[in-house]
């Protein structure tokens, strides 16, 4: 019987996986330290100068949600999910019209509300919590928007985040509401690096002055809104680049265009022309 003969190829790729199985196993994920997001925490002197100079550069922080009182705040954050406040601020004036209070939004219900928001994310859903947002209120508060963390996450469409802002902004408490500019400043800087955004409040409130707590989430959001933004930060307008762990600063749009490489010239297309075809005589 003639001997059996393997295939050159066969052969090649018995020896790749001989090679693969003698081969030491490693992580495929790399160590934290190599990781991207999250840079060095700085020290507890440079995020009070960071936050210092966010205080000098704007005194007097305000939330850009429009609202009258408590319970508008409430709504307006409550839509605000996954929105921006712009899109929020063109559709509460009518539905504030409408129901200026929780009497009157819980009267609308679901189905009377949908109509003014309809242009905002997620619009069915949040119809359905800001109704039954507003019945508890009537049922439980007497239409009073409370200044409690529990009794305030006991409604529908409140998480801790919305509760943070109800809290610091109606009722002046410090706190600390974490969301996706925030998070990604605390981070990128180095000023509360966490993986969680209940784990770069917990930082923010542990390494910021008391003094600073209430407004810092104003500064932050804000930062982050328009300086610190998600794909390029604008560094070069920065005042607080001076403390910050992110690197490779930004550099000015006219230093980047300068600096940029040149793209070379395409050479011109050459036209081939074809060889006509010969026809059968």
């Given at each position: 019987m003639a001997p059996k003969i393997r295939h050159p190829f066969a052969l090649v790729i018995s020896s790749l996986r001989r090679e693969k199985q003698d081969m030491p196993k490693v992580a495929l994920k790399p160590p934290k330290s190599s990781r991207p997001g999250a840079a060095k925490p700085l020290s507890a002197d440079a995020a009070r100068h960071f936050i210092a100079a966010l205080?000098?550069?704007?005194?007097?922080?305000?939330?850009?949600?429009?609202?009258?009182?408590?319970?508008?705040?409430?709504?307006?954050?409550?839509?605000?999910?996954?929105?921006?406040?712009?899109?929020?601020?063109?559709?509460?004036?009518?539905?504030?019209?409408?129901?200026?209070?929780?009497?009157?939004?819980?009267?609308?219900?679901?189905?009377?509300?949908?109509?003014?928001?309809?242009?905002?994310?997620?619009?069915?859903?949040?119809?359905?919590?800001?109704?039954?947002?507003?019945?508890?209120?009537?049922?439980?508060?007497?239409?009073?928007?409370?200044?409690?963390?529990?009794?305030?996450?006991?409604?529908?469409?409140?998480?801790?985040?919305?509760?943070?802002?109800?809290?610091?902004?109606?009722?002046?408490?410090?706190?600390?509401?974490?969301?996706?500019?925030?998070?990604?400043?605390?981070?990128?800087?180095?000023?509360?690096?966490?993986?969680?955004?209940?784990?770069?409040?917990?930082?923010?409130?542990?390494?910021?002055p008391p003094e600073t707590l209430r407004d810092a989430h104003h500064w932050l959001i804000l930062h982050g809104r328009y300086v610190c933004r998600a794909r390029t930060p604008e560094c070069w307008r920065c005042v607080a680049a001076e403390w910050c762990h992110f690197t490779p600063k930004t550099p000015p749009p006219d230093v980047k265009a300068a600096t940029a490489r040149p793209t070379p010239p395409r050479p011109p297309r050459r036209r081939v022309r074809a060889s006509p075809i010969a026809r059968p005589r």
């Open positions: 205080a000098r550069a704007n005194p007097d922080p305000r939330t850009e949600l429009r609202y009258r009182d408590p319970f508008t705040l409430l709504v307006a954050v409550v839509l605000s999910a996954q929105t921006t406040d712009a899109a929020v601020n063109r559709a509460t004036p009518a539905l504030f019209a409408a129901a200026p209070d929780a009497r009157a939004m819980a009267a609308l219900g679901a189905e009377g509300i949908a109509p003014f928001i309809r242009s905002i994310g997620l619009w069915q859903a949040k119809a359905r919590h800001l109704a039954e947002l507003a019945r508890l209120l009537v049922e439980r508060h007497g239409g009073v928007v409370p200044g409690d963390r529990a009794a305030l996450e006991a409604l529908p469409g409140v998480g801790r985040k919305t509760a943070n802002v109800v809290l610091n902004v109606a009722f002046g408490q410090a706190t600390m509401a974490v969301d996706t500019h925030i998070f990604r400043v605390s981070n990128r800087t180095g000023l509360a690096p966490g993986k969680t955004p209940r784990a770069v409040e917990e930082a923010l409130l542990k390494r910021l």
